[in-house]
């Protein structure tokens, strides 16, 4: 048996994935799946284009592809997934950068670039700007619903409002009793209660505010600022400070950013505050490491947890099925 600690997004696509290779596995949620963590963030995009740079890393774009392989793979299984493959815009706020960002288009063919008014009206686009075309977005709370429920009809066993509180050899003690297993994998996000602290993993706060909204805004924005329209409320996300410093002014001062781009937000009303902590590696790239014989760690994955799950996962369950084969076929290799 397999134990998966947190249903953020880590530990739902590694469940996903783990159930969907025969292996026995159990997912323990402290909260409820979709509304923990920063996994609950109130929309998500997936954009490889990052930083002030806009590049897309070879291990992002290859994250994205895996991603929206799991998304056909859950919707074939007649999921409701919340995803959307929109492309994703993000507006060049400078001469300079537009000069930079022009000349990808010949380059890349995963991205187009577009003159000022050949942006959909509703964004305020004074230099042009490019279209970042396999991305797209997400709600999380649909997105880990599916993932949840997609493992369970693949066998595994989702417990939510259980605390794992205790490891032991082959044992979580958790808030709902005892689960036996001889591999336990930690997705618990930026939570150290379970001896990942050794991993020296960073934590970062953010917001993402609701904004009434009935501008069209056929994209979501990427970039500093980011979000996307649900509904009638656009989503605008942004901000990169320690945990541990409160910011009272961050919904004011997000909103002043984010109205630079599109501009009907300027005056909008304000629904919803959300506040949100995601852990980051000094490299900014996930991390998967055994922190003892058949305790896992598996997180790290800063701003882009949506983007990188499946490709995180991917790789942690292949490692996992291999342990496992290992293990039945010598007892010598037993070491649970
Ligand atoms: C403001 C903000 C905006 C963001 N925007 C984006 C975006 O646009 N695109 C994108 O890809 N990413 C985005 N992210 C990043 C993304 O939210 C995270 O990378 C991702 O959610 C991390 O997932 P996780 O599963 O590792 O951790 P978490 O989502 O934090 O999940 C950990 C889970 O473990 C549970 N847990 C902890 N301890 C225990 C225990 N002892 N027992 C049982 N359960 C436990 C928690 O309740 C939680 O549900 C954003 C993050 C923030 C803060």
Redesign the pocket.
């Known amino acids: 048996m397999i134990c998966v600690?947190?249903?953020?997004?880590?530990?739902?696509t590694l469940t996903y994935r783990l159930a969907g290779r025969g292996l026995p596995v159990t997912l323990?949620?402290?909260?409820w799946?979709g509304q923990?963590?920063?996994?609950?963030?109130p929309?998500?995009?997936?954009?490889p284009y990052r930083g002030r740079s806009a590049r897309a890393s070879p291990f992002d774009r290859e994250a994205l592809a895996s991603t929206w392989r799991l998304v056909e793979e859950v919707k074939s299984l007649g999921y409701e997934t919340g995803v959307t493959r929109s492309g994703v815009l993000r507006i060049a706020s400078s001469p300079k950068q537009a000069k930079t960002w022009r000349k990808r288009d010949t380059k890349d063919d995963e991205v187009r670039w577009l003159e000022p008014d050949a942006v959909p009206s509703g964004f305020h686009v004074p230099f042009g700007g490019f279209l970042a075309l396999q991305g797209g977005?997400l709600e999380?709370r649909r997105w880990l619903r599916a993932l949840a429920e997609a493992a369970q009809q693949e066998g595994a066993t989702v417990l939510e409002g259980?605390?794992?509180?205790r490891l032991e050899a082959g044992m979580v003690h958790?808030s709902r009793g005892t689960v036996q297993a001889s591999q336990v994998v930690l997705?618990?996000?930026?939570?150290l209660?379970?001896g990942q602290g050794e991993l020296a993993l960073t934590h970062?706060?953010?917001?993402?505010i609701g904004l009434e909204s009935s501008a069209p805004l056929p994209y979501p924005l990427a970039g500093a600022v980011?979000g996307a329209r649900v509904g009638g409320t656009f989503y605008l996300?942004?901000?990169h400070r320690p945990a541990d410093q409160a910011d009272a002014s961050a919904p004011t001062q997000l909103q002043r950013a984010g109205s630079w781009f599109v501009p009907s937000l300027r005056d909008a009303r304000l629904e919803s505050v959300?506040?949100?902590?995601?852990?980051k590696t000094a490299d900014n790239l996930p991390i998967v490491r055994e922190l003892r014989p058949g305790l896992w760690f598996?997180?790290?994955?800063?701003?882009?947890?949506?983007?990188?799950?499946a490709q995180v996962a991917e790789t942690l369950a292949e490692k996992l099925t291999a342990q496992r084969m290992l293990v039945e076929s010598s007892s010598t290799i037993l070491r649970f």
């Open positions: 600690v947190g249903g953020g997004v880590m530990g739902c323990v949620e402290v909260g799946i923990s963590g920063a996994s609950s963030v929309v998500a995009l997936l954009n977005w999380p259980c605390d794992a509180q958790t997705c618990s996000g930026p939570s209660t379970l970062v706060a953010g917001e993402v980011y996300g942004g901000n959300w506040h949100g902590v995601r852990a598996a997180g790290g994955l800063a701003g882009r947890g949506f983007l990188c799950a």
